[in-house]
């Protein structure tokens, strides 16, 4: 009897290892991969910083410019300005949600409190070169007293798709719901 336990025992080592060896080998394929592919040479991604679709509550009295960081991922130099783009939008928030209003409750703003205009509903962020970088996108809070209750506004990336160049955005890190209290 023990003697077909031992048998037994060692069937099953062998067949064991023989699987783990296996996997290893068939596991460990040798192919030269290509450092890139070209039609990922000029194909960009942004996100948010923090790399997450969060909220942002801000008081409706606060004076200071609202700061939204983005990341802009690139690994080449170019000969062109990549530009990401982001919109407005009051559309996608919650069914509860009251929208906030451009111009009565905040601005889209540059770095020195300038009223930005979109272009086609969009605004843009222009990146040098396409070299990676950090940039900020601004919202001055207008202090709206005749509205009562949480606002709130989403600004979203948008994915920009040129002749030059593609700047994409991740489905993890493309939207900042403004709440404004």
């Known amino acids: 009897m023990k003697t077909i336990i031992n048998k037994i025992m060692l069937g099953l080592t062998f067949g064991f290892t023989a ?15 290509p450092a890139g592919l070209s039609e990922y040479e000029h194909h960009y991604y942004i996100v948010y910083v923090p ?4 909220a942002v509550t ?6 200071t410019l609202l700061e939204l960081p983005v990341q802009f991922y690139s690994e080449f130099e170019r000969n062109y300005n990549a530009v990401a783009t982001y919109e407005v939008s009051t559309g996608d928030l919650a069914e509860t949600a009251v929208p906030a209003v451009r ?4 601005e889209v703003v540059d770095e020195t409190g300038q009223v930005l205009n979109p272009v086609e509903g969009k605004y843009q962020l222009v990146f040098p070169n396409a070299k990676k970088a950090q940039a900020k996108i601004y919202l001055k ?17 948008v994915d920009n798709i040129q ?10 890190a493309f939207r900042r719901t403004i709440q404004i209290d």
């Open 19 to 33: 699987c783990i060896l296996t996997t290893l080998f068939v596991g460990c394929e040798d192919r030269d991969y």
């Open 51 to 54: 790399n997450n679709n969060s």
């Open 163 to 172: 002749e030059q160049f593609r700047v994409d955005i991740f489905s993890t």
């Open 103 to 106: 111009g009565e409750d905040f």
């Open 58 to 63: 801000v008081n409706s009295e606060q004076t």
């Open 141 to 157: 809070l207008l202090n709206n007293t005749a509205a009562t209750g949480r606002r709130s506004v989403n600004i979203n990336l």
